[in-house]
Nanobody, 112 residues
C-alpha cells in the first residue's frame, strides 16, 4: 500500500514540470487525492485536490490558473501539471489519499 511521487527537479522561473503520483495496494478509484507542499521553515500547504471520479478539482489561490491536477483511475495515477513556475513554488511536494496514505514526496526547486 503506497503512493510514490516522481517528476520533481530544478527548473527556471517561468518553466514547467509535471509531477506524477503512482498508487498501489488499495482501491485507488474510491478516494480523493490531494497535493500538498512544504517549503523550508513553513507549514505544509494543501494546494490541489481531485475527487475520486475526477469530476471535481479545487486549487489554492497560490496556484490557481498555473497548476492542473488530473488522474487516471485505470492506471492508478495522479498528475500535477505545473506551469509558469515561480521561486516561491520551491518546496517538497507530496500526494495524499484521503484514506490517510502519504507519499514520501519529491523536491521541486525553481531557481535561475
Amino acid at each position: 500500500v503506497q503512493l510514490v511521487e516522481s517528476g520533481g527537479g530544478l527548473v527556471q522561473p517561468g518553466g514547467s514540470l509535471r509531477l506524477s503520483c503512482a498508487a498501489s495496494g488499495f482501491t485507488f478509484s474510491s478516494y480523493a487525492i490531494r497535493w500538498y507542499r512544504q517549503a523550508p521553515g513553513k507549514e505544509r500547504e494543501l494546494f490541489a485536490l481531485i475527487n475520486n471520479a475526477a469530476s471535481r478539482t479545487h486549487y489554492a489561490d497560490s496556484v490557481k490558473g498555473r497548476f492542473t491536477i488530473s488522474r487516471d483511475n485505470f492506471k492508478n495515477m495522479v498528475y500535477l501539471q505545473m506551469n509558469r513556475l515561480k521561486p516561491e513554488d520551491t518546496a517538497f511536494y507530496y500526494c495524499h489519499s484521503v484514506s490517510g496514505l502519504w507519499g514520501r514526496g519529491t523536491q521541486v526547486t525553481v531557481n535561475a
